[in-house]
């Protein structure tokens, strides 16, 4: 009885079982329906990257007038990288993207796992932050600075960066104009053109050609050759007249200065690029160090502990857009209440002190000895009305003096010998000589070197 009884509710609760209405029509409304959705979401998403794909070909508008600018180059640089859209193009970007993974989250998302649902934002945050950080990437290179931020040296010259002249008034002033070949027209002044080395020099290879000897110029704005074509500055004269005088040698003067730097940028700018390269002779040209501003060098930089980390954040153009924004809102900040000239804190420190300043040169001049070169210090000329002119200026000389001599250096005092002469003629401005001024730095630097025996006569 049991065994027919069990059977019998069973065969009831088989008959009170509800109906499975789901026929080919459910069946077919239900692929109808997901493929629309897809449908929208595709759309959106398509849309979107055509969107960011427009923004990031807008050419990027630079501001005459900026804030920064009445700080100094170090500001100016800060608040202008990455170029102006960037930051457009992150927000649109990232609101665009959430909102397509709202109509996801909406249309596909409601009764999926919980584990799913993780794995899915997970995704969808890396292909957010990927497709942002392509598009900057993308602006960034259709829009390219002269300049780019640097974790250690504060600033260096883009790579590759050539514009007209033209544009690159914009950028930085009209600092100086060439031509990619200055060697065959060394007075076209079209272009400016920095290597894929960073350095305003014609691309080169690293491997010597047989009989080379290199010198590589690490300086400032003076040396770099600030409103002066390539070819007409006295390192292209300078390699010119060796040429000439050591036919049976290939000569380099290569020029890796940057307007700005100082000798502690230019102490890590060779531990990290220049042996490769091998220079036979260090040439150091700089009047940056002794500069008042509100911080020292040195401690602009990162701890050197974190250092791997902001080497691979320098890299991300969202890193780099928020730390831009967050810059220009914390100068303005600290500015706010100060809308007069007179009202700003005054610069009470120098950029390198001049006990760094003299470990900053033994340190690359001793570099220099261990990769078996030599190297020169120049003294480089200013004006007698310039701002630089003074007793803490002159006691930076000195020191460059003193390191030469106890490292047996050669020291070429080209301020002394155009503060003895009426020099007004030879600058552009008061700090960078004009071309009559590389001219005469160009010689006087050849007879140096000739008169000292820099360039062996017989090939190592």
Not at 33 to 50: C, D, E, G, N, Q
Not at 196 to 202: D, I, L, N, T, W
Not at 441 to 457: C, F, Q, R, S, V
Request: proline content about 6%; overall charge positive.
């Amino acid at each position: 009885m049991s065994g027919a009884g069990s059977l019998q509710n069973q065969a009831d609760r088989q008959e009170k079982k509800p109906p499975d209405n789901r026929g080919p029509e459910k069946k077919k409304g239900s692929w109808v329906s997901i493929a629309y959705r897809l449908f929208i979401v595709i759309f959106l998403f398509i849309s979107s990257l055509y969107v960011l794909w427009y923004l990031s070909s807008i050419p990027s508008s630079f501001s005459e007038s900026n804030i920064g600018e009445k700080f100094g180059m170090m500001y100016m640089l800060q608040l202008k990288s990455p170029p102006p859209g960037s930051e457009i193009i992150t927000l649109v970007g990232v609101f665009l993207l959430i909102g397509i993974y709202l109509v996801i989250d909406l249309f596909f998302l409601q009764k999926v796992s919980f584990k799913a649902k993780i794995l899915f934002n997970l995704i969808w945050i890396i292909l957010l932050f990927g497709t942002v950080e392509l598009f900057l990437t993308r602006h960034t290179r259709l829009n390219p600075l002269p300049n780019k931020l640097h974790p250690t040296l504060i600033w260096e010259f883009t790579p590759n960066f050539g514009v007209g002249r033209r544009g690159f008034r914009k950028r930085i002033g009209a600092s100086g104009m060439g031509s990619p070949n200055f060697h065959a027209d060394k007075r076209r002044i079209g272009f400016i053109q920095i290597n894929r080395y960073g350095m305003r020099y014609p691309d080169f290879p690293v491997e010597k050609e047989p009989g080379e000897f290199r010198f590589i110029l690490l300086g400032d704005s003076s040396a770099y050759g600030h409103g002066v074509s390539v070819g007409c500055r006295y390192t292209d004269i300078l390699e010119e007249k060796l040429q000439e005088a050591y036919p049976h040698r290939k000569i380099r003067v290569i020029n890796a200065a940057v307007p700005g730097y100082t000798t502690f940028q230019m102490n890590l700018k060779m531990k990290l690029y220049l042996k490769e390269l091998k220079p036979d002779c260090l040439i150091l040209a700089t009047i940056n160090d002794p500069i008042p501003d509100y911080a020292e060098d040195k401690n602009r930089v990162p701890p050197e502990i974190l250092m791997p980390l902001f080497n691979l954040l320098y890299r991300s153009k969202i890193y780099m857009v928020l730390r831009k924004n967050y810059f220009a809102w914390s100068f303005k900040r600290k500015l706010r209440g100060c809308k007069k000239a007179v009202e700003r804190p005054l610069p009470t420190l120098c950029r390198v002190s001049i006990d760094d300043s003299k470990k900053n040169q033994e340190e690359m001049i001793n570099r220099m000895k261990s990769w078996g070169g030599s190297t020169i210090i120049i003294s480089q000329p200013i004006r007698s009305d310039s701002c630089l002119e003074g007793d803490v200026t002159r006691n930076y000389r000195n020191v460059m003096k003193e390191v030469c001599q106890s490292t047996g250096s050669l020291f070429v005092d080209v301020y002394s010998q155009w503060k003895r002469q009426d020099s007004q003629r030879l600058f552009i401005d008061t700090e960078h000589p004009n071309m009559e001024g590389h001219r005469k730095e160009a010689e006087t630097l050849y007879e140096m070197i000739i008169g000292n025996d820099i360039i062996p006569k017989d090939e190592k």
